[in-house]
């Protein structure tokens, strides 16, 4: 499996001020590809949180690291000196990163001090590869840790998009190959998951690993009638074999439907 890790860090994600969209975002992307997100981590603005938790992370190998926030001017900024930390790499200030958070301003036509604050989007840990950020100020930073990669993003959603769609997604599409997802979702009024759960769990078993993912999502009720959508989603390299599954595991749900007398309300 090609594993991908996402670390958000930032004290307004935990505090209930900052809606976390980006793991959302960037869960959907990596998935959509090929990807396999184990794990969505979030921690605090803090040194020691970063380092022990970007360590724990690369303990795990995975093929990439994408952590969100902390890159900007401010005081609690911090996720590139906590990876320094972890990774045992001086902080240097990096011209080519001084270059892009100049060029940001300069292509915003703001006339601005370079001062602290500004050369503090520079400090970077040493052999680290910066990346122009297109929409803000803050450069993206590129590491190897071992076989895992590092991509620190801001944690701003247009610049985290813009850079991860541009820069890195690309990169894991060529690695992962021609990976190929398809997808039914069935609406069903009249059945409960626990009416089909035991059928949904053979199906599963008897399908190769990670080939494919059959989920059921409640909707409630109307007057009391349960509702649910069936979820079905065949995955893997060989087209031809991903489409021959969805029709199998699709004409098994309907006969399944039809047994617990089930009404399909609509298929998307």
Request: glycine share 0%.
């Given at each position: 499996m090609y594993i991908v890790e996402i670390l958000c860090i930032g004290n307004e994600l935990l505090s209930g001020i900052t809606l976390n969209t980006n793991a959302h975002w960037i869960s959907k992307k990596i998935t959509k590809i090929g990807g396999y997100i184990t794990r969505v981590i979030v921690i605090r603005d803090d040194l020691r949180e970063i380092d022990l938790t970007l360590r724990d992370s690369l303990n795990r190998k995975p093929n990439w690291i994408i952590i969100c926030g902390g890159l900007g001017p401010t005081y609690d900024d911090k996720t590139l000196l906590g990876i320094s930390k972890s990774l045992k790499k001086k902080l240097i200030l990096n011209n080519i990163a001084l270059k892009m958070v100049k060029k940001s301003?300069?292509?915003?036509h703001q006339k601005v001090k370079i001062n602290n604050a500004?050369?503090?989007m520079a400090l970077v840990p040493i052999g680290s590869i910066p990346i122009q950020n297109p929409v803000g100020n803050a450069p993206a930073i590129?590491?190897?840790?071992?076989?895992?990669?590092i991509i620190c993003l801001p944690g701003v959603p247009n610049e985290m998009k813009a850079i991860l769609t541009q820069n890195i997604l690309p990169q894991i599409k060529q690695e992962l190959g021609n990976f190929t997802i398809l997808e039914i979702n069935y609406y069903v009024l009249g059945i409960s998951e626990a009416m089909i759960s035991s059928t949904l769990t053979k199906i599963v078993t008897s399908m190769p690993k990670d080939s494919l993912y059959l989920k059921t999502h409640p909707q409630g009720y109307a007057d009391n009638i349960p509702r649910i959508r069936i979820q079905v989603v065949s995955k893997g390299y060989a087209k031809e074999q991903v489409k021959?599954?969805?029709d199998k595991v699709s004409k098994q749900i309907l006969a399944e439907i039809r047994k617990n007398n089930g009404k399909i309300l609509k298929i998307l």
């Open positions: 301003y300069k292509d915003k500004r050369l503090k590129l590491l190897t840790a071992d076989k895992t990669r021959k599954t969805l």
